[in-house]
């Protein structure tokens, strides 16, 4: 795990080396201050000096210690600037795969539990790094040091230490891979929270409605004191091994003592040494005690780690091509799906089976289906969300898996059936499909799509805060800025799911006539369950539980009663005897 | 800036008390905690004078009482320890899950008015990471300053028992690095905690909105820009934390500057006495140890206050919830509601609009009656109001002028929850939550039978489907229910409505989402549903419009017609328009 944090990031291989070296002099500083400190004391106490005859001494104590403040000042500083960069650079990097992912992943993830792991998960991997790891290093490497530089001073004490030091890791390891089932459950729980409460923040119109916010908040409740359990068994474990360790300690600084006093009284060692013997002693100790507080962080932050590296594993699930071919597809595009099947993963039935048909370039065509039967799964499919199991689409030929995802995506714009609105103005929302658009083409691209009058309605225009997922504005409006954000891209295929569902009939008819104009430069597919918006296209394709079961001209399909497509269109129940004349014939 | 001490104050203030049901415990905390680090400074010096004795006398016998000491204190200290630990985390953690709970009861009822000014990412920031920046304030500040002072007392007394003057000494180094060090912190940190909570929080939001509009982004090749965002926020935290980890190393060096001064200071100090023999010069190593082990009480004040200003930021950010008066509120003395035979609505001189729209009124004057179990349907252009009319109905939002009535009484006579008991709502927007399809639907009715799931799923159309998934009722419908299709989603959130079985039908454009066949068996089996029940009605599809009782047009947030489908359609107005629009491309068969 180390060696992979390691590797990830190599920012911060400099800062916690610096932070190592920086810690290991301070102790060299350290033991020079214990030892003019005993010299010192020794000389007071038994050589009768006065201030005088240690004032040499004292000044160079004087500057040790300063030393050592400096030192720890570096110290400190090299392993919070390693902590910090390592958390910055995990986030961006997994933020970029998640994007690399794309949708369908998060919808089968909870997004709540992925922003805990690219939070709380890289500032725990912030501890490990800037605590745990170098004291690691410390523990190892300064135990081992102040052993070589007490040899010459008490080869007893050394050996008490040599036997009671292994005690302490072994200890450690023992009650951390006991702990680490606990810190991986306190985890879940902490990301579960996470993800509960996002999913409850959003949804909190929904429970007012069934009245169960308050059966939510016994929800949160109970969570909370679950987190709170989890982390307090952890916390119990570190306790316990932090208390072991400390009575481990005390008791070594306690016999050494008597040891120590035992041979002084039989002049077996001069007080000089067995002082400073006894001054080190702690130090000894205390990396091993500082590793033991930072070890439960350290196995936070491990297991943070885990998730983190486990998402990055994480294959998407469109295969990239390694080249880009040329020459690139150029507009008009015409677009061949050739016997596509496809299946969203998990599921077993195929979302798409065999589908074959074109869409040729300048001209619009219209998908049309009951609700489920996998249109906007051929959204998905076109976009490169989601993989073709078998069968190929091809652009202009080029099959569209030798392009990279990105790339095609230029090619394409795109009114999703839930479009979704950044916090933002109107402005920066449309601007979204192209950052360098004038205000003028912005202007004219809501115009199109039957937007600007009610922008132009608001009281500040272009520049109305949208809210979050564009909740300021009635379900229409969004509608109509998210076609006019596919209208300024000005892509060669424009592809439109469901843009009218939440439309009065006239916006619609207004659309349909802006898709008329459209359509003579570009390639699109709209979605529709509306023959207003439908009837404008070239040719329907009727989808039917993954099958395509019609093709054909709107005009020419309406005519025959028993197609698919009329039926879609026309359904009108039996038995409509009440209803006036012409509406009854009518639909 | 004063003004910004006093909030801080005020808040350091309401933080604290949080505390005051565990002043047991916190009490016992500083106990153990005193002991604890006494436990070592008895250990250290009693050591030191052991060995010092041991090189002077000549009889182990003399050394029985530091011996004994010694050995006691290794069990003390570890027990201390352990005890201290436990209690001050039990206690922290109990209070970040009550003020976890405190804060959502806040910020359930500000939903929607006041929570369309925060954001979800940023609220789930406040919710989750502010509250454990919670942590250092009741962990790390409030039971060790109180531990320090005790620590400093002990140490005055142990010190005065030589000399008066090493006593002073001693204590001024204390309380220099104990007063003056977390100040300095304190300084050299304020408002980074602050800045560095709200930069969380919108990154929190920029992930949020990220996660959940990745469709969007991907579509229009955003990717790298979103990512570049991300950076540059982070390069703003990393400047941040640049700052603080120099503030940081800072304190921590200056802790052992002073550390070491007051070791040095008594050293100085003592060895004149120590050759005036005011103090046996066996007491030196005693002495200097004493000092050392005192420091273990005052070395984490700094840090913990260097993290104070988070925490205290942090509380801020809660507050700022908690403090939120909700846009509605239930009244002092909720009526009873009136049976569920006499449900009639009407709208009298209602006037609304939204608090961002300035002077523009998203509905003027409307007024209507919605007679017990009759139907009233809305139509109208997009924008018009309509979906605002049934947040009012709900009391999302309370009119500015006018009255909304239930049987005569006014709404806001009510209780909010009763109220909404009454109606059974789908909204435009329908959510679902990240669950199976028996957990959404049990939002409705909790105790809901297997053959009432089935039946309300039956009625929107969409047993069909459930009955072919493998899993059944208990397929996972994935984030925002996105693992379902539009139609799918909306026929759920339509039998978890109907589920509810509520007296009074508000239902916002039911069937955008569904094709004409499945529209049409939908509205079949709403029609008979409607029977008796008091509806509202908001729809583009003028579909069975004459089993409508009344139609309202609404434009531009006024009702421009009214009246029954054969009234409006014989009127050369808006309504007849919308008619024609919609039908005009049907075949004439
Ligand atoms: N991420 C997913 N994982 C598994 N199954 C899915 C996923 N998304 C959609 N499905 C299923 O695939 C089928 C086709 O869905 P799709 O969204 O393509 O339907 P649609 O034709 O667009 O329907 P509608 O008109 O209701 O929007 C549906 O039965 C749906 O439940
Ligand atoms: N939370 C809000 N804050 C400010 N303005 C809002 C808010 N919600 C809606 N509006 C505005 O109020 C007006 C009416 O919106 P409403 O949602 O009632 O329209 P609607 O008639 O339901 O339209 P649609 O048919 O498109 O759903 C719109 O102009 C909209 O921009
Ligand atoms: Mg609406």
């Known amino acids: 795990m ?311 594993a994480t294959e998407p699930a469109v295969n990239e091509p390694a080249t880009t071919p040329s020459p690139l597809p150029v507009a008009p595009l015409t677009i061949t799906c050739e016997h596509v099947t496809c299946r969203y993963a998990g599921s077993e039935r195929p979302a798409l089976q065999n589908l074959t048909f074109t869409l040729p370039a300048g001209s619009c065509t219209a998908l049309v289906g009951r609700s489920g039967a996998g249109k906007s799964t051929l959204v998905n499919l076109l976009l490169r969300f989601i993989e073709i199991e078998s069968g190929a689409i091809l652009v202009n030929g080029l099959p569209l898996d030798r392009l990279p995802a990105d790339l095609w995506r230029e090619y394409v714009a795109l009114v999703p059936q839930r479009p979704y609105l950044f916090s933002g103005s109107i402005r920066d929302n449309l601007r979204l499909a192209r950052p360098e658009a004038s205000d ?132 009108r129940m039996r038995g409509a005897g009440a209803l006036p004349g012409k509406e009854a014939e009518a639909l | 800036m ?44 009693m050591a030191s004078y052991l060995i010092a004795g041991a090189a002077i006398v000549t009889m182990i016998v003399l050394l029985s009482i530091p011996i004994t000491i010694v050995r006691l204190m290794g069990l003390v200290r570890a027990s201390a320890r352990y005890g201290e630990r436990l209690l001050s985390h039990n206690v922290t953690f109990r209070l970040l899950a009550h003020i976890r709970v405190a804060v959502y009861r806040r910020l359930a009822p500000l939903a929607p008015a006041r929570l369309l000014q925060l954001r979800s990412g940023d609220l789930l920031a406040r919710l989750v990471s502010d509250v454990d920046e919670l942590q250092n304030l009741y962990l790390r500040v409030v039971a060790p300053v109180l531990v320090a002072v005790l620590v400093t007392i002990v140490t005055y007394w142990l010190f005065a028992v030589f000399d008066p003057a090493l006593a002073l000494i001693a204590v001024a180094f204390l309380v220099i690095s104990g007063l003056a060090l977390p100040l300095l912190a304190l300084r050299l940190t304020r408002g980074l905690g602050r800045e560095q909570l709200a930069l969380r929080g919108r990154v929190n939001v920029h992930i949020v909105e990220s996660l959940q509009g990745m469709s969007d982004l991907l579509a229009y090749g955003q990717a790298t820009r979103r990512r570049e965002e991300l950076a540059a926020w982070e390069k703003r935290l990393d400047r941040l934390q640049r700052r603080l980890a120099v503030a940081g190393g800072l304190q921590e060096g200056l802790q052992e500057l002073l550390t070491g001064l007051a070791v040095w200071s008594i050293l100085v100090l003592a060895i004149p006495l120590a050759v005036s023999a005011q103090i046996n010069r066996v007491y030196l190593g005693f002495l200097a140890m004493l000092m050392l082990a005192a420091f273990e009480a005052i070395t984490p004040l700094a840090q913990a206050f260097g993290q104070l200003g988070h925490s205290l930021a942090a509380g801020e950010r809660l507050f700022r919830i908690i403090d939120m008066p909700p846009t509605v509120s239930d009244p002092p003395q909720p009526r009873a509601l009136p049976a569920s035979s006499s449900l009639e609505l009407a709208f009298e001189g209602v006037q609304f609009r939204y608090e961002e729209q300035g002077q523009q009124r998203t509905l003027t004057d409307i007024s209507f009656r919605v007679p017990a179990g009759a139907r009233v349907a809305i139509v109208g252009p997009s924008g018009a109001g309509k979906s605002t009319l049934l947040r009012l109905v709900l009391r999302f939002w309370d009119p500015q002028a006018g009255r909304i009535l239930l049987d005569g009484q006014d709404l806001r006579s009510f209780a909010l929850a009763d109220l909404r008991r009454l109606m059974g709502v789908v909204t ?138 054969e009234q409006l359609l014989a009127r050369d107005g808006l309504y007849r328009r919308l008619w024609e629009v919609q039908n005009a491309l049907l075949p004439l068969a």
């Open chain 1, 2 to 312: 180390e060696k992979q944090i390691l590797r990830e990031c190599r920012a911060v291989r400099w800062p916690l080396a610096l932070s190592v070296l920086a810690g290991l002099l301070a102790l060299l500083a350290t033991v020079g201050q214990m030892a003019l400190l005993s010299w010192i004391v020794a000389q007071v106490f038994l050589g009768r000096a006065g201030l005088r005859q240690v004032a040499a001494a004292l000044v160079a104590l004087l500057v040790t210690i300063c030393l050592r403040a400096g030192l720890v000042w570096l110290r400190e500083f090299w392993a919070r600037r390693a902590g910090s960069r390592v958390k910055s650079e995990m986030r961006q990097r997994l933020f970029a795969h998640l994007l690399r992912l794309g949708p369908l992943f998060v919808r089968d993830e909870r997004s709540g539990e992925l922003v805990a792991t690219l939070n709380e998960g890289c500032e725990r991997l912030e501890t490990y790094v800037a605590r745990y790891l170098p004291q690691t290093v410390w523990s190892l490497v300064i135990p081992l040091l102040l052993l070589a530089i007490m040899w010459p001073l008490d080869h007893l004490s050394v050996l008490l230490l040599l036997i009671t030091g292994p005690v302490i890791p072994i200890l450690m390891i023992a009650v951390g891979s006991y702990s680490q089932k606990h810190i991986q459950r306190q985890w879940t729980t902490l990301a579960r929270l996470s993800a509960h409460f996002l999913d409850t923040i959003q949804g909190l119109v929904t429970l007012h409605l069934f009245g169960r916010s308050g059966a939510q908040e016994a929800r949160v409740a109970r969570l909370s004191e679950e987190y709170r359990r989890r982390t307090l068994k952890v916390l119990r474990y570190a306790f316990l091994s932090g208390a072991v360790l400390e009575f481990m300690t005390m008791l070594a600084i306690g016999l050494i003592a008597v040891f120590l006093g035992v041979r002084l009284i039989n002049r077996e060692i001069p007080f000089v040494q067995a002082f400073l013997v006894l001054l080190l002693v702690p130090e000894f100790y205390r990396p091993l005690r500082e590793l033991g507080t930072h070890y439960h962080a350290g196995m936070e932050g491990r297991v943070a780690a885990k998730r983190i590296f486990e998402i990055l």
């Open chain 1, 440 to 571: 003028d083409e912005i202007e004219s691209a809501a115009e199109l799509a039957g937007a600007a009058s009610f922008i132009r309605e608001l009281p500040r225009g272009y520049d109305t805060e949208v809210g979050e997922q564009g909740l300021r504005l009635s379900a229409g409006q969004l509608q109509r800025l998210a076609v006019a954000r596919a209208f300024l891209k000005q892509a060669p295929l424009l592809i439109l799911d469901e843009p009218t569902s939440s439309l009065d009939p006239e916006s619609e008819t207004l659309l349909r006539e802006a898709l008329t104009r459209l359509r003579r430069e570009r390639t699109v597919l709209v979605i529709a369950h509306r023959i207003n918006t439908v009837a404008a296209a070239d040719q329907v394709l009727v989808l039917d539980g993954g099958r395509l079961v019609e093709v054909g001209e709107p005009a020419a399909l309406l005519e025959q009663p028993t197609s698919a497509y009329a039926q879609l269109m026309t359904a």
């Open chain 2, 2 to 45: 004063t003004r910004k001490r006093s909030v801080a104050l005020r808040t350091a203030w309401r933080l604290l008390a949080f505390l005051r049901p565990f002043i047991p415990q916190i009490v016992v905390t500083v106990l153990l905690g005193g002991i604890m680090i006494v436990a070592n400074m008895l250990l250290l010096s």
């Open chain 2, 428 to 565: 435009q927007d329908t959510y679902l939550f990240n669950d199976t399809i028996r957990g959404n639907l049990l939002l409705a009715a909790p105790s809901a039978t297997e053959e009432q799931l089935w039946r309300a799923l039956a009625l929107a159309q969409l047993d069909d489907f459930v009955r072919q998934l493998p899993a059944g009722l208990d397929t996972w419908v994935g984030e925002q229910g996105l693992k379902l299709s539009g139609g799918e989603r909306q026929r759920l959130a339509i039998a978890r409505a109907l589920l509810k079985d509520a007296p009074i039908l508000l239902l916002d454009e039911v069937t955008a989402h569904l094709d004409r066949l499945t529209e049409q068996a939908l509205l079949e089996a709403l029609n008979t549903l409607m029977e008796g029940r008091t509806t509202l009605l908001v729809t583009h599809r003028l579909l069975n419009m004459e089993r409508m009782d009344e139609i309202l047009v609404l434009d531009e947030g006024r009702i421009v017609e009214r009246g029954r489908h």
